[in-house]
C-alpha cells in the first residue's frame, strides 16, 4: 500500500486537511495512526477506502493505483475492508446475514461455511441468529470485524477499534485481535487515541499532526 | 474537486432520473413565469382595474388570520399535551390529529348546513325555544366563517410539529424554569414560545400555504381569492392568459410568504444537539386547570371532528341510502387513484431523496429545495402551468405523426396521464420529506459500511438503505394518499371528462345543495384518511420508541 502526495478537503472552500502526504506500508505490516482529534486520521481511512475523493495525488494498493488524476476506483470495488468506529453492523440483518453480506454471489453451502469459519475465529460460534441490539459492544465490534474479513480484503482499516470498549474488556479485546490480524496476516492500518493501544498493536507508528 | 471526479465517486444513473424529475416539475412553473411577458387580453384590464386588488386582499386576510390562529391553538393544544397529564390527554394526543382527514370544504357544507336557516342548530332554537335568531350571526358563508373552518381543520398541522418538538427538545428548558421559580403561564409565554418559534412558524406557514391552495371553501363561501378567481378567467370567460397571468401574481405572493416565513424562523435550527434530547415529563395538572385542560382539548376535538362526523352521519341517515354502485364505484376509483398517486410520488421521493444524500453539495441542495415547490404552489396554478404545457407537448406529438398519417390528438392532455402529473408535482415534496427524515436518522455509515464491503449505490439502496428506512417510506406514502385522496383543485381542473373522485364528487354535489348525498361520499373520504392517519401515527410512534432505546 502506498500513498503519494496526497491532498484533500472536505469543502470546496474548507480548510486543506492533507497536504501532500507520504505513506508506505508493507505486505502483512500493522501500522498505527496516532495524533491530535481533528488532525485528518479518520479522513486518511476514508480517503484509501474510496469513501472520499482526493484534490490530488495517488494511492496504490496490492501494485493496483485505486486513486490518481485519471483513475478512481469506486469503494466497492477497492477491497479494502473497514471497520467503523461505531460497527455499523445492519441493524435489519442478523449476525450470519451480516457476515455474508460482503460475499457476493456463492452458494448458500460456501456462504454458510464462511460465515461459521468467521465465528470460530472470533469465537462467537452460537451467535449467528442474534440481532446486532441482542449482542454487547464487544461481541458487536468483533461480528464487525468478522464482516469486515470475510470477504477477503486485501488491507484492513480499523477507525478507533477501542474506543467505544470500557476499561476491562480493552485488554483482552486487544490481544484477540492482534491475534486474528497475525493469523490472517493482513495487512492493517488502525486508528488510536492511545499510545498503549499503539505499542501493543502496532509494527509502526505514524503521527499526523493538524 | 472536479465535476467528473465527483460523478465517479457517485452513482450517475440515481443523478441523471433525480435530474430527469426536477425538470419535469420545473417546466410547468417555469412556463407560467415566462408568460408573464406575453400580451395581456382586453378582460385582463379589466381584472387589473376592478378585481385583482380584491383577491389579493381576501387572500391576504383569509391566510394571515387562518395563520394566526392555528399557531396560537395549535401551539397551546401542543403545550398542554405535551408538558401536562390530565383526563383524556392519551386519547386527545392522537385524537387531535384526526381533524385532518376532514378536507376543508366537506367541513365548510356540513358547518354552514348546520347552521343554516332549515339547519338543526337553528330549528332547534326556534322549536325549543321559540328563539328566531338574527341571520346575520348565523350566516357561516362569510370571511369569518371561512377562518373558522380552516382553523378547526387545519391546527393539526401546527399542532403535530409543535407537540413532538416539546415533548424531545424542551424538557432542560423547562426545568430549569421552573427552578428559577417561573409560573407556568410565563413559561408558556417566556420560554416555550420563543424556543419553538421556528417550529411554529414552519407549521404556520403549511396552514397558510394549504390556504392559499383551497379552492373548496372559497368557491362554496363566495369569497373571491386567486384560486378562484384562477377557475372563473379560465371557465367561465374562457381566458387563459389572463388565469396564468394570475397564477403568476400568486407565486409573487407565495415567494414573499416563504421569504418572509424564512425571516421569521430567523435562520433558528429545529433540533439542539441530538446527545441532550430528554423527553419531557409530564406534569400532573390538578384542580380547576385539570379540568379546563380537558374541556378545552376536547371541545376542540369536537368542533374539529365530532361535530362534522356527527352531522354527515345524521344528513347520511336521513338520505334513505345513496346507490351503493356509485359509492362503490367512486370509492374504489378514489381509493385505486389515491394508491397509485403515492406510489408514484414516493418513488420519485425515494430516488430524488437517495441522490440528494450520496451527493452533497450545492446541486444536491437546490433538488431539495424544489421538491418543496409543488407544495407551495396552489393546486389552480400548478394546474394552469401543467395544462399549459402538456398542450404544447400535445401539439408537437401530432405534428410529429403528421407524416405518419397518424392522428393523435390531445393524447395527453385528455387522459389521466395530466393528473397525475399534476400530483407528482404537488405531493413531491411531501414524499421527499418523509423519506428524507428517515435517510437522516441513519446517517451515511451504513451506506459506507456497505460500499466497502463490495455493494454498489445501487445494490447498497436495496439491501441496506430501503430496508432501513422503510418506516419513513410507508409514512411518507400514506400521507401523500391522505392529500390525494383530500384534493379538490387539481383533479376538478385536470382530470379527464367523467373521471370523478369521492372529493369531486362530494364537492359537486354540495355545491348543488344536494347535501345528503355529498355526505356518503364524505364519510367513506373521511373514514379512509382516519385510518391512514391513525397508521402514520403508530408508524411515527413505533420510530420513536425504537430511537429512544
Ligand atoms: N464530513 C466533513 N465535512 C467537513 N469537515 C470534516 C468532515 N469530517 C471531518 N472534517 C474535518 O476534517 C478534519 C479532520 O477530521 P478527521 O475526522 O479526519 O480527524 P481525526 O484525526 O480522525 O480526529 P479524531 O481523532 O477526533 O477522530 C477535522 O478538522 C474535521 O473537522
Ligand atoms: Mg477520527
Redesign the pocket.
Known amino acids: 500500500m502506498k500513498i503519494n502526495n496526497l491532498s484533500f478537503k ?2 470546496k472552500n ?2 486543506q ?1 492533507l497536504n501532500n502526504f507520504q505513506l508506505e506500508v508493507n505486505k502483512q505490516e500493522t501500522i498505527c ?1 496516532v ?12 480517503l484509501i477506502a474510496g469513501l472520499e475523493v482526493p484534490l490530488s495525488g495517488e494511492i496504490f494498493i496490492a501494485g493496483r493505483t485505486v486513486v490518481n488524476d485519471q483513475v478512481f476506483i469506486p469503494p466497492e470495488k477497492r477491497k479494502v475492508g473497514m471497520v467503523f ?1 461505531d460497527y455499523a453492523l445492519f441493524p435489519h440483518l442478523n449476525v450470519a446475514e451480516n457476515i455474508s453480506f460482503g460475499l457476493g454471489k456463492i452458494s448458500k453451502i460456501d456462504k454458510s461455511r464462511k460465515v461459521n469459519e468467521m465465528l470460530d475465529l472470533i469465537n462467537l460460534n452460537g451467535f449467528a441468529n442474534r440481532y446486532p441490539h441482542q449482542l454487547s459492544g464487544g461481541q458487536q465490534q468483533r461480528i464487525a470485524l468478522a464482516r469486515t474479513l470475510a470477504p477477503n480484503p486485501r488491507l484492513l482499516l480499523l ?2 477499534p477501542f474506543s467505544n470498549l470500557d476499561e476491562s474488556l480493552r485488554d483482552e479485546i486487544r490481544k484477540e485481535l492482534k491475534n486474528i490480524i497475525k493469523q490472517i496476516g493482513i495487512t492493517t492500518i488502525l ?1 488510536s ?1 492511545d499510545q498503549a493501544d499503539a505499542d501493543f498493536m502496532a509494527d509502526r507508528k505514524i503521527f ?1 499532526y ?1 | 474537486m472536479q465535476l467528473s471526479d465527483k460523478l465517479k465517486k457517485q452513482s450517475i444513473g440515481w443523478l441523471l432520473i433525480s435530474s430527469l424529475i426536477i425538470i419535469l416539475l420545473l417546466i410547468p412553473n417555469i412556463n407560467i413565469l415566462l408568460n408573464l411577458f406575453t400580451d395581456t387580453s382586453e378582460n385582463w384590464q379589466h381584472i387589473k382595474k376592478y378585481l385583482l386588488m380584491d383577491y389579493i386582499k381576501n387572500s391576504l386576510i383569509l391566510i394571515i388570520s387562518t395563520g394566526l390562529l392555528t399557531a396560537l391553538i395549535g401551539t397551546l393544544l401542543a403545550w398542554l399535551i405535551a408538558a401536562y397529564e390530565f383526563p383524556g390527554r392519551a386519547f386527545l394526543s392522537w385524537a387531535l390529529l384526526l381533524p385532518l382527514a376532514i378536507p376543508p370544504y366537506i367541513g365548510a357544507y356540513t358547518y354552514a348546513g348546520l347552521f343554516s336557516y332549515t339547519g338543526p342548530f337553528q330549528v332547534l332554537l326556534r322549536k325549543r325555544f321559540g328563539l328566531v335568531v338574527n341571520q346575520q350571526y348565523f350566516d357561516f358563508m362569510t370571511m369569518r366563517g371561512a377562518i373558522f373552518i380552516y382553523t378547526i381543520f387545519l391546527f393539526p398541522y401546527v399542532y403535530l410539529l409543535a407537540k413532538s418538538f416539546l415533548a424531545k427538545q424542551s424538557a432542560s428548558l423547562v426545568e430549569i424554569s421552573c427552578l428559577l421559580g417561573k409560573s407556568a403561564t410565563s413559561i408558556f409565554f417566556k420560554v416555550i414560545l420563543p424556543v419553538s418559534r421556528g417550529i411554529i412558524v414552519a407549521g404556520a406557514s403549511l396552514v397558510m400555504l394549504e390556504v392559499l391552495n383551497d379552492y373548496g371553501v372559497v368557491k362554496y363561501f363566495g369569497i373571491p381569492t386567486f384560486s378562484t378567481a384562477i377557475f372563473k378567467t379560465w371557465f367561465g370567460m374562457g381566458d387563459l392568459t389572463s388565469a396564468v397571468r394570475l397564477a403568476a401574481i400568486a407565486m409573487g405572493v407565495i415567494f414573499i410568504l416563504l421569504y418572509l416565513e424564512k425571516l421569521l424562523r430567523g435562520g433558528r435550527q429545529y433540533s439542539y444537539s441530538t446527545s441532550q434530547i430528554r423527553p419531557l415529563k409530564r406534569k400532573k395538572l390538578t384542580g380547576g386547570s385539570k379540568y379546563f385542560a380537558t374541556m378545552f382539548s376536547f371541545s376542540i376535538f369536537g368542533l374539529g371532528f365530532i361535530i362534522p362526523v356527527g352531522q354527515l352521519l345524521y344528513w347520511s341517515y336521513l338520505s334513505d341510502g345513496s346507490k351503493w354502485g356509485n359509492l362503490l364505484e367512486y370509492s374504489t376509483g378514489s381509493i385505486l387513484t389515491g394508491l397509485l398517486a403515492a406510489t408514484l410520488v414516493i418513488i420519485a421521493a425515494i430516488i430524488v431523496a437517495n441522490t440528494v444524500r450520496i451527493n452533497s453539495g450545492i446541486l444536491s441542495n437546490l433538488f431539495a429545495r424544489i421538491t418543496m415547490l409543488g407544495y407551495s404552489i396552489p393546486g389552480a396554478v400548478i394546474a394552469v402551468g401543467i395544462l399549459v404545457f402538456l398542450l404544447q407537448v400535445d401539439q408537437f406529438i401530432s405534428w410529429l405523426m403528421q407524416p405518419f398519417a397518424i392522428e393523435i390528438n390531445m393524447f395527453l392532455t385528455t387522459s389521466l396521464v395530466m393528473l397525475f402529473f399534476a400530483y407528482l408535482i404537488r405531493f413531491l415534496g411531501i414524499g421527499f420529506n418523509a423519506v428524507n427524515s428517515g435517510y437522516q436518522k441513519i446517517g451515511t455509515k451504513f451506506f459506507e459500511a456497505s460500499r466497502t464491503l463490495g455493494k454498489s449505490v445501487t445494490a447498497t439502496f436495496f439491501k441496506v438503505d430501503l430496508p432501513m428506512i422503510k418506516p419513513a417510506v410507508l409514512s411518507g406514502f400514506l400521507l401523500v394518499f391522505i392529500e390525494v385522496m383530500k384534493e379538490l383543485p387539481l383533479t376538478l381542473i385536470l382530470r379527464p371528462f367523467n373521471f370523478n373522485t369521492l372529493a369531486t364528487r362530494a364537492f359537486e354535489y354540495a355545491a348543488d345543495e344536494m347535501i345528503y348525498r355529498a355526505a356518503d361520499l364524505s364519510l367513506i373520504l373521511i373514514f379512509c384518511c382516519t385510518i391512514a392517519i391513525l397508521l402514520v401515527n403508530q408508524l411515527r410512534k413505533g420510530r420513536e420508541d425504537a430511537s429512544e432505546n
Open positions: 472536505y469543502e474548507g480548510d486537511i495512526f495524533g491530535p482529534s481533528g488532525s485528518g486520521k479518520s479522513t486518511v481511512l476514508r468506529q477507525d478507533e486508528v487515541h499526523i493538524s
